[in-house]
C-alpha cells in the first residue's frame, strides 16, 4: 500500500526490436566514449560522480541536478538540422527517441490503470486525500466517446495526463562495479552496496511520471550468483531501492532490475519517496526519462532573456557609440539579474564541462557563440551604469538608487565569478 505508484515491468513486456535498437544505442554511444563523469556541488563542495552520464533530448533543453547544468545532445527532431559526429550516434539517438515514445504510452496506460483501481479503493476508504492522483476524477465521470479524445478521457483531463508524461529528456547512466574502488553501503535497510545514494530526482514538472529502462550486461558472474541470500537481495543483481521520504520506520523496498526490465514512479511517487540505486556486479546503463521543468532550462528562454536585457542598449547614429535608454532603478537591476543569468547558468556551466558535448553533436556551439556576444554587450551595459553614476549630472539620490539596485546583483557576480574560478 506505500509502493502503489510504483509500476513495474519484466523485459517481456517491451517489443524484442526496440530493445535490440535501444542496447546496440548504449554500446554505440560507449564505444563512442558518449558517458562522463559530472562534478556536482553538494552544500559547497564538490564531487566527481560515481556514475557516467549524457542527457539526451528535445533540442535547446537542458536539465539541472546538485548545480550542474547538461546540455542535450539532440535526439532527431523534425525541423532541426543536427549533425552528429557518426551515424551511430545518431542511430542511438533515434532508439532512445523510440524508447520515450513507447514509455510515454506505456505511462498513460498505467495512470489510467491506477485511477480505476483508486475509484474501487475509495469506496472503502475512510479517510480520502483530496489531492489524490491528478487524473482520478477521470474514471469517475462517464468515459466519452472515442472519437473525442484518443483514450476515452475528458480532453483536459487527457491534456493533463499526456503533459505530465511527456517526457523532453532522459539522462542516460552507466556504471561498471567492478571499476569503482568505494561504494557507500546502503544505511537504513542493509541493502548493501549503492551505486546512487537516497534522493528525490530534482528539476522536473510537477507530479510528473518518471520512467526508467535497465540495461545490465549480465553475463558468467550474475549467472553464478543463484544462492540468493534468504535475509536479502542477491548482491550480484542490480536493484531499485525505494523507501518512503524521511521514514525509515516503514520497510525500504528492493527490485531486482534484469535485462531490460523498466519501472515507472508514477503521478507525486518520486516527491512522496526517495530512491536509490543497488549495485550489482556488472556494468549497467539505464535510461531515465523525465519530464524536465524547463520554464528557465530552454535555449529559447535565454535567448528571450537576453533581447529583453538588450532593449535597454540604444546604438548612436554612427553605430559605434553606445548608450543606455534608461537608468530606472529597476530596469538597470533587471538588466544586471539576466547578465548573471546568461554566465553563470549557461556560459560557464557549459564551458566547464562543455567540450565533451562535442564528441556527439557541435549542435550547442552556435547558440553559445550568440549568448556569448550578448553577455559582451551586457558586461558593456555594467561599465556604461557604472560610468553614468560616477557622473556631475546625477543627484545624490538617483545616485543612491541606482547603486543600491544594483549592489546585491554584482557583489553576487563578483563571489560567483571567485567560486566558479576555483571550480
Not at 525509515?248 to 508514477?266: C, N, S, V
Request: glycine share 4%; hydrophobic share 35%; aromatic share 10%.
Amino acid at each position: 500500500s506505500k509502493y502503489s505508484k510504483l509500476i513495474f515491468r519484466k523485459s517481456d513486456a517491451v517489443p524484442e526490436e526496440l530493445h535490440q535498437m535501444v542496447q546496440e544505442g548504449f554500446l554505440a554511444l560507449q564505444k563512442h566514449n558518449c558517458f562522463f563523469q559530472d562534478l556536482v556541488r553538494i552544500k559547497g563542495k564538490d564531487f566527481v560522480t560515481p556514475v557516467s552520464r549524457i542527457l539526451i533530448g528535445n533540442p535547446g533543453c537542458t536539465y539541472k541536478y546538485l548545480n550542474t547544468r547538461l546540455f542535450t545532445v539532440p535526439w532527431p527532431t523534425e525541423g532541426y538540422d543536427i549533425k552528429y559526429c557518426s551515424p551511430q550516434i545518431h542511430d542511438a539517438c533515434k532508439a532512445l527517441i523510440k524508447l520515450n515514445d513507447y514509455l510515454h504510452n506505456e505511462a498513460v496506460k498505467a495512470l489510467q490503470g491506477q485511477n480505476s483501481f483508486e475509484t474501487e479503493e475509495m469506496k472503502d476508504a475512510t479517510v480520502i486525500d483530496r489531492e489524490q492522483n491528478f487524473a482520478t476524477s477521470l474514471t469517475r465521470k462517464e468515459s466519452v466517446s472515442k472519437d473525442q479524445s484518443s483514450c476515452g478521457v475528458p480532453e483536459d483531463d487527457y491534456v493533463s495526463l499526456k503533459n505530465r508524461t511527456s517526457y523532453n529528456v532522459t539522462l542516460l547512466n552507466y556504471m561498471d562495479p567492478l571499476q569503482m574502488l568505494y561504494l557507500k553501503q546502503e544505511p537504513y535497510f542493509g541493502m548493501g552496496n549503492m551505486a546512487v545514494s537516497w534522493h528525490h530526482d530534482e528539476d522536473l514538472v510537477e507530479r510528473s511520471t518518471v520512467a526508467v529502462y535497465s540495461y545490465s550486461c549480465e553475463g558468467s558472474i550474475v549467472e553464478g550468483s543463484n544462492e540468493q541470500s534468504v535475509k536479502g537481495r542477491d548482491p550480484a543483481v542490480w536493484h531499485v531501492g525505494l523507501k518512503v521520504a524521511w521514514d525509515i520506520e516503514t520497510p525500504g523496498l528492493a527490485i531486482p532490475l534484469h535485462q531490460g526490465d523498466f519501472y515507472l514512479m508514477l503521478d507525486d511517487l518520486n516527491a512522496t519517496h526517495q530512491h536509490c540505486v543497488l549495485a550489482g556486479y556488472s556494468p549497467r546503463f539505464s535510461s531515465t526519462h523525465r519530464v524536465a521543468d524547463c520554464s528557465r532550462g530552454t535555449l529559447e528562454y535565454i535567448l528571450g532573456q537576453c533581447e529583453l536585457a538588450l532593449q535597454n542598449l540604444q546604438t548612436g547614429s554612427d553605430s559605434t557609440s553606445l548608450s543606455l535608454k534608461s537608468l530606472e532603478p529597476a530596469v538597470v537591476k533587471q538588466v544586471e539579474e539576466i547578465h548573471n543569468e546568461v554566465e553563470f547558468e549557461w556560459l560557464r556551466q557549459f564551458w566547464f564541462q562543455g567540450k565533451r558535448y562535442l564528441k556527439c553533436a557541435d549542435w550547442w556551439l552556435k547558440p553559445m557563440a550568440k549568448l556569448e556576444e550578448f553577455w559582451r554587450k551586457m558586461e558593456i551595459m555594467t561599465s556604461l551604469i557604472l560610468s553614468e553614476v560616477g557622473k556631475k549630472e546625477q543627484t545624490e539620490k538617483q545616485r543612491k538608487e541606482i547603486i543600491s539596485s544594483i549592489l546585491l546583483v554584482l557583489t553576487e557576480r563578483q563571489k560567483l565569478r571567485k567560486e566558479w574560478a576555483a571550480r
